[in-house]
């Protein structure tokens, strides 16, 4: 059974800053990895999605990585401003009863201090 | 294109009652998957469908149902509605192309059920 684990599950960092988040996973047969962000009370916005073939993926001030072989990701984000503040999901695509299922992690909190 | 849309937003429902969330996916989607959200255990899977056919089936008991219908509209149903059912019901929809693998899951609102 495949168990996600994102670490931290919560953190604040001052306007401006360099940062990464942490997602590992224990069962390298992936489809893929996805991204998200949720902001309180709201539904899920899709960030960036990497196939279990590549390494990485940018979009903008993001950039995720994949280490399929070590059960790692890693989403890192550039000059963090307060509009980034909100709760980022990682989830693995993998196959379930012969269709595809996302299993998520329990998230990482993201605080950014004007 | 519209996005996931799922009604009702809100509910509250008493315990032992009976619920149905429905959703419709993105324009020419084929596959819409449900999930439960709570503070707890966080986003779990519940069931997948394409082609008004269940496809897959999460660790949840027979109180949790579901369909889809020809349009790819779905509706779940939770009978006999416990205290801990309390969550975000949140349903994702995909293209699902012949041929194409797993792709992008796109994400609706959610409806929050409170059970009393």
Redo the contacts between chains.
């Keep these: 059974k495949q168990e996600v684990t994102q670490i931290p599950a919560a953190l604040s960092v001052p306007e401006g800053e360099n940062l990464v988040l942490n997602c590992s996973f224990t069962d390298s047969a992936i489809y893929n990895l996805q991204w998200f962000r949720q902001d309180p009370g709201k539904g899920l916005t899709s960030l960036l999605l990497i196939q279990s073939s590549q390494r990485e993926q940018t979009s903008g001030r993001l950039n995720a990585s994949l280490d399929k072989s070590s059960g790692r990701s890693t989403l890192y984000i550039a000059a963090s401003q307060p509009g980034d503040s909100a709760t980022y999901l990682c989830a693995v695509g993998g196959s379930g009863a012969g269709s595809y299922q996302l299993t998520f992690g329990k998230g990482t909190k993201l605080s950014v201090i004007p | 294109k519209a996005g996931?849309t799922q009604t009702p937003r809100y509910l509250i429902k008493t315990r032992g009652q009976q619920v149905t969330l429905s959703c419709s996916p993105i324009s020419g989607h084929r596959?819409v998957?449900w999930?439960q959200q709570t503070p707890g255990q966080?986003?779990?899977?519940l069931f997948?469908y394409?082609s008004e056919t269940q496809?897959?089936?999460?660790n949840f008991p027979g109180r949790f149902s579901g369909r889809q219908f020809s349009n790819s509209r779905s509706e779940m149903n939770v009978s006999t509605l416990e205290l801990g059912d309390s969550a975000l019901y949140?349903c994702?929809s995909s293209p699902a192309l012949a041929g194409a693998?797993?792709?992008?899951?796109?994400?609706?609102?959610?409806t929050?059920l409170t059970v009393l």
């Design positions: 996931v596959s998957s999930y966080g986003l779990q899977f997948e394409f496809r897959n089936k999460g949140l994702a693998g797993p792709d992008t899951q796109y994400f609706g609102p959610g929050r």
